[in-house]
């Protein structure tokens, strides 16, 4: 039960990784979640931002609720009227609605 000489010697010690070696996993970590979450949710952003801006009346939405409706009124600020029955209007927020079913043909001016 005596422990010999060779195994009681410390084997020769291992360098500590650099900082930089260490760093790379994490940097490669981040440049993968960038490309696969972080930029894809920020350009679906945009395309909803641009939906909303670019919403007028007569447009066939669908609500986060599911609700479908027709876009009666727009208004300056953060408020839409959609009427979702004859003669029923409701008032919404703008970012309340997910999608746009279809568009409307702007007006001619002739």
Same mark, same amino acid.
């Given at each position: 039960?005596?422990? =010999?000489? %060779? $195994?009681a010697?410390?084997?020769? %010690? #291992?360098? +500590?990784?650099?900082?930089? =070696? ?6 490669? @970590?981040? !440049? &993968?979640? $960038?490309?696969?979450? @972080?930029r894809?949710?920020?350009? *679906?952003?945009?395309?909803? *931002? ?9 447009d066939?939405?669908?609500t +986060?609720?599911? &609700?479908?409706?027709? !876009? =009666?009124? !727009?208004k ?7 009427e &979702? +029955?004859?003669?029923?209007? !409701?008032?919404?927020?703008?970012? =309340? @609605? #997910?999608?746009?079913i279809?568009?409307?043909?702007p #007006?001619?001016?002739?």
């Open positions: 039960m005596f422990v =010999t000489p %060779a $195994y010697q410390a084997a020769g %010690a #291992a360098s +500590a990784p650099s900082f930089i =070696t260490s760093l790379v996993p994490l940097l490669l @970590i981040f !440049v &993968i979640f $960038y490309f696969l979450l @972080i894809p949710q920020q350009k *679906r952003q945009k395309e909803h *931002r641009n939906m909303l801006e670019n919403l007028r009346r007569g066939h939405v669908v +986060a609720g599911g &609700i479908m409706g027709k !876009v =009666t009124r !727009v300056e600020g953060e408020d839409v009227e959609v &979702i +029955a004859d003669g029923v209007k !409701v008032k919404l927020v703008k970012s =309340t @609605i #997910a999608s746009v279809s568009k409307t043909e #007006a001619n001016d002739n």
